[in-house]
Structure formats: structure tokens, C-alpha cells
């Protein structure tokens, strides 16, 4: 399991192996990310803000531009099964808070709104409760 740092895009993103108990830079993102949410899906890290979203790949140790969702900073990013979610956030100019949430599917590579939350938000956090089901096999 390693631990990621990311968003400065001038030559300072890293990555932490708990095993080695050691640092290493890793390729940067296109260009600089602020007030971004990050999350991952099958072993990719996915990123959004400032107005773009990337996605990073490990095993090529590079970054993929993806379709963004518009000129949007500081929108949690959240993975749910197999859709990614970004709640809330600011336009880009900062003058208004969203109350919308837009779903990311990695298969067709599209946004689509998915519902509003009762008021804007942005720079905020989310969690996600993971139910677990287990069934039993006789």
C-alpha cells in the first residue's frame, strides 16, 4: 500500500511505501491542481478540480487527461462501486457554491448529474459507509 501526495505539478508529487519506509517522486500531473478531490477506482487515482480531471496510472507511472467536469474547485471526490462522485464544490471564480453532484463513469468516460444536496457546499468532506454482506454457503 503506498500513500500519495499530488496536485503541485512542479515536480513534487510523491508517493510513500510503508514497506521500504521511503518517499519517491512520481510522474507530475499536466499542470498544477488546487482545491482538487482525488479518489481511486481499480488502482487509479482519479482527480478533479481546477477546472480539469486526470486520472494516474501506477504501473506506467503517468497521467491520463480525462473529460472534466467544468470549471468547478473544491468538490469532494468520492468512489461508490463502480461510479465516481463529485459533491459540491465552487465555480471556479469563487463566486458560488454548488448543491450538485455529478457521477463519473469510468466505462464511458462521461459526467452526468445525479442529484442536488440541500445547499452548496465546497471544501468539504464525505464519507462513505461500506456495508459489508456475506453470505453464508452450506
Known amino acids: 500500500n503506498e500513500i ?7 515536480g513534487t508529487d510523491e508517493k510513500y511505501n510503508a514497506e521500504k ?5 512520481v510522474a507530475d500531473m ?20 481546477s477546472g480539469k480531471t486526470e486520472v494516474y496510472i501506477p504501473e506506467f507511472d503517468k497521467w491520463q487527461k480525462f473529460p472534466d467536469l467544468g470549471s468547478r474547485v473544491g468538490s469532494v471526490f468520492i468512489t461508490i ?40 457546499s465546497s471544501h468539504s468532506a464525505c464519507a462513505v459507509e461500506i456495508t459489508t454482506i456475506v453470505q453464508n454457503y452450506q
Open 4 to 10: 500519495y501526495a499530488l496536485g503541485s505539478g512542479d
Open 21 to 25: 519506509d521511503e518517499w519517491t517522486f
Open 30 to 49: 499536466s499542470e498544477g491542481f488546487t482545491s482538487f478531490g482525488a479518489t481511486v477506482y481499480k488502482n487509479r487515482i482519479y482527480v478533479t478540480g
Open 81 to 120: 462501486e463502480d461510479k465516481l462522485y463529485a459533491v459540491g464544490g465552487d465555480k471556479f471564480d469563487g463566486s458560488a457554491s454548488s448543491d450538485a453532484v455529478f457521477v463519473f463513469d469510468p466505462v464511458t468516460e462521461e459526467w452526468q448529474y445525479f442529484c442536488g444536496i440541500s445547499s452548496g
